[in-house]
């Protein structure tokens, strides 16, 4: 920590139990990130990342890592949004997030949306290596401004994000997007127009979403890797927008497969 700044970091590493389960032989973290194993709803281990106070705020530097070795099958989800603050310097806030998923391995990362709050910067890096094979289901959500900041009319914070995914060697998604006040013509119509949230959902040999209902602001994307689909979304508010991002579990997939 360096004056008011705050630098904290999490490691989350998943591998096979030799038992047909999944185990956490890492599990730790710091400050406001303090991940929990949780009852797992399906096959795997499932981890909750709690906020154990607020963070980020700007000039803090957050760092999660998640390394789920080849056979294990793990979700993450987070007990809250995760809200940008802004810090008494005016300096931005940086939160990493780096994923490997090995060889026959699992991950859905489904955390809750990240606000950014009037007068805040966040800079968000992720940061995904797959090996052959890996399975993916990975959510982004990105709400620009608190309820309570829209109805008073003030200007959203500020959301620099970069997402960077490597299969077998080879980069299939490298894309950056910058938004929120500050940041050049973001609020026109080439990029948000009136829309205050932006997602997407990426699959790595996992069930697709289904292609986008019409007239939403939605495209489905094949990505240039093995097995890959980018589901990008715009929407005037989160509870639409998740509803557009939510594509089925493997297992509600097989379920419905059957069934017809």
Do not use: F, N
């Not at 700044?5 to 030799?18: E, H, K, Y």
């Not at 956490?24 to 991940?35: N, T």
């Not at 009136?194 to 996992?206: A, Y």
């Not at 209902?213 to 094949?222: R, S, V, Y």
Request: aromatic share 2%; glycine share 14%.
């Amino acid at each position: 920590m360096t004056g008011s700044a705050l630098t904290a970091s999490a490691r989350i590493t998943a591998a096979p139990d030799g038992r047909g389960g999944t185990a956490l032989p890492v599990l730790v973290g710091a400050g406001p990130l303090a991940p929990r194993r949780t009852r797992a709803a399906g096959p795997g281990a499932h981890v909750t990342v709690v906020g154990s106070m607020a963070a980020p705020l700007g000039g803090d530097h957050l760092a999660l890592t998640l390394d789920v070795r080849p056979g294990a099958t793990l979700t993450v989800t987070t007990a809250a949004a995760t809200v940008s603050l802004p810090g008494a310097g005016g300096e931005p806030a940086r939160y990493d997030l780096d994923i490997t998923v090995g060889e026959d391995a699992e991950l859905h990362w489904l955390p809750e949306p990240v606000i950014a709050a009037t007068g805040s910067h966040l800079l968000l890096r992720t940061r995904i290596t797959l090996a052959p094979g890996a399975r993916l289901r990975h959510r982004e959500e990105q709400v620009l401004g608190r309820g309570h900041d829209r109805a008073r009319g003030t200007p959203p914070g500020r959301l620099t994000a970069r997402l960077t995914v490597h299969q077998s060697g080879r980069t299939i998604l490298d894309q950056q997007t910058d938004l929120g006040h500050g940041a050049p013509g973001w609020d026109g119509p080439a990029v948000l127009g009136p829309h205050r949230t932006t997602g997407q959902l990426l699959t790595v040999h996992m069930p697709a979403p289904p292609p986008p209902p019409a007239g939403a602001d939605a495209a489905l994307l094949g990505l240039p890797g093995d097995g890959a689909v980018l589901l990008a979304a715009l929407a005037p508010d989160a509870l639409t927008l998740r509803r557009l991002l939510t594509a089925p579990s493997p297992a509600r997939a097989a379920a419905a497969a059957g069934a017809v």
